[in-house]
């Protein structure tokens, strides 16, 4: 039969992840001929092939691709005919607009794991294994193609063993960048919390010596460090929760394995999967019977458990053999530390570091994710999951760089029908913080070639964010997008909706276009624009920032709005957390609006309403009143509060009223609860022929989520990107979408 040459063209995450051996071992068994290699765009195959074979080969590239591998596209074209005597694995051209994806860092292969504990293996504990289809990528990279001189890993080199399985097209290790053994690749350093090195002859021994010691010990990880300690020393714990001024917040555990997990909560079948996953996401679950020590998570009955996903990790735990808190190790609103200098700021915190010498280029902070109805929810988008390249339904005319918000940041760039999401960066409240944005931004930059001739922002003036596009970006065109028109948006893409939607937006707070505090909002939307047909309506936020984080000065301003000054007599838990002084203050400053913005808020509602009832007046973290509010719901209440509705505005106050005569704290609660899901049934109603859209973060509650899946079994929500403000950057690219092109 007739042989001709072909040109193959494959995009996607094809680098690094084992698809130029997995070409050439399809090679072998078809018996063809020709060359694979990397380029900017992806992985290039010239075949020389009878069309029969061809097909074969096609069809086997698009259902035995690699693990770690993700296809976005396979182009092939007949060229003219070339000769070839074999097929080889040529050099990785390094030219042209890069747009090939950057594959994330994901936990280590069983494959590995094996030889991890095998004593007869030549990397028996050694605690940086790796292969092709495992280990770290996004956080060792400094550009791409992803070849090891673009990586950390290029200050290693690879002794004579390992360069043998590097070169080997048909093992395991072939191209796998982190290659490295005892002899030749990164290792271990225990040292205590003044840079002092600790001698001993097996490190991770002495490492599980102090945990059990009841130590807290950082650990340099893959794309951070974790302090850690023995989730089951009460002791350990509470000193971790005071040295890291953290009194409450629950704290994340790493468990061995999923027996040990069962032994510390109730586990489904997806959450398990979930757990399982070569991402190893933490994942919340609920806490198991009887309940395990309640410093971990104080009256909380949700706990996140993830696997260990590095060698470092299994080492440790399998000679532990007990639970481990592991939470970021940061100052409080920073990101996470990558480097022993900025580990040093923590040095009252941790007593011992565990340091390794392969640097972290690329900072990335663990992934979370619950189950809900069904549904994975991705609180946090980071290690395992991102950077990730999502397909646009139509094309941008201009490469665009989105700045997201000030909370849960994150940032994205966008050329041609693609989008590049950065992970979770954090909360811009820092000096810090800040400048870890900034390099994330010139990490996209620099890694895709990308220059921005278009930045999209929010509306919201104070934003860091808002500041980053006004103050760097002289002469570049700057759009911005409301905020929860872009939450609706980023879930349209997500779900490659292109008509009209309802779109329900709850959440803290977003900068509304007549200068309030939106953010409980139902629109129609579609991509060129969106009609705001209900809110909630507002109320004062007294102090305006400060709200945020006390929940009794929200219900108090609610209290003025359904009493006045009859509300400064008044006895119950909101007025109870205020003096006498301090209550007059209040009302003056509600009177004359001082310091006190307009917010629809449902996020802030949530707070009001946890004030009124006594369950949280200041909160030591964000979220904490909704995460309190959800212990209290009893699913065996029936009914809603009645609430007043007209030409848009749900009027909360009847709502409140009756909220404050129930004698039931649970009881109130779960009204409350149906009150929201009632709301959103109420304005849905006039526009029933719309998907229904939910997106920002009060949506990561819960029991107000299952309601609704209850009462909307088709509500779509978005489950690849967070519903808060870690996923509007995905809505502000889409914002720019010409769709009148019909390209």
Known sequence: MEHFTYKIHVTGTVQGVGFRPFIYALSKRYLVTGTVSNNSKGVEIVLNADSITLKQFLIAIEYEYPPLATINNINCEEIEFQHFDDFTIVKTEEVGEVTVNIPPDVSICKACESELFDPQNRRYGYPFITCTNCGVRYSILYDLPYDRVHTSMKFFEMCEACELEYSNPLDRRYHAQPIGCWECGPTLKLMDNVGRGVLTPTIINKVVELLLKGNIVAVKGVGGYHLMCDATNEKAVSALRERKHRPTKPFAVMVRDMEMARGLAEINMLEEQLLLSKERPIVIVGVGTPRPTDIINPNISKIGLFLPYTPVHLLIL??????????????????????????????????????????????????????????????????????????????????????????????????????????????????????????????????????????????????????????????????????????????????????????????????????????????????????????????????????????????????FDLYADEALTLLNPTTKAFSNAELKIQYIMWQKGLNSPWSSSVGRLFDAVASLLGVCQVMSFEGESGMMLEELYDSSVEGHYTFAYEDGVIDILPVLKALLDETDTSVAVSKFFHTLVEMIAVVYKEHDTLPLVLSGGVFQNRVLLGLIFERFPEAIVPNLFPPNDGGIVLGQIASQLNLKQGN
């Open 318 to 559: 399998d000679k532990l053999n007990r639970p481990l808190v592991a939470t970021s190790a940061n100052v409080t609103d920073e990101p996470i530390c990558t480097s022993l200098e900025e580990l040093e700021k923590l040095q009252g915190v941790y007593d011992y570091v565990l340091e390794h010498n392969r640097d972290i280029v690329n900072g990335c902070d663990d992934s979370v994710l619950m189950v809900v109805g069904g549904q994975q929810i991705i609180l946090r988008r980071a290690r395992g999951y991102a950077p990730v390249s999502v397909k646009l339904p139509f094309s941008l005319k201009q490469n665009t760089l989105a700045l997201g918000a000030n909370q849960k940041s994150t940032v994205a760039i966008g050329f041609g029908d693609e989008v590049i999401l950065s992970p979770h960066i954090g909360d811009l409240s820092s000096i810090g913080s800040v400048g870890y944005y900034e390099k994330n931004i010139e990490t996209l930059k620099r890694i895709y070639n990308f220059e921005p001739e278009v930045i999209v922002h929010d509306r919201h003036p104070q934003y860091e964010s808002t500041k980053y596009a006004k103050g760097n970006h002289e002469g570049l065109p700057l759009q911005t997008t409301q905020h929860h028109y872009a939450h609706i948006l980023g879930v349209m893409v997500e779900k490659k909706i292109q008509g009209k939607v309802f779109g329900v937006a709850f959440d803290g707070t977003g900068y509304g276009e007549d200068g309030n505090l939106w953010g409980g909002e139902f629109m129609v939307c579609d991509y060129e624009g969106y009609e705001r047909v209900g809110h909630i309506e507002y109320f004062k936020l007294l102090g305006g920032a400060k709200a945020i984080k006390e929940p009794k000065r929200v219900a108090l301003s609610l209290l």
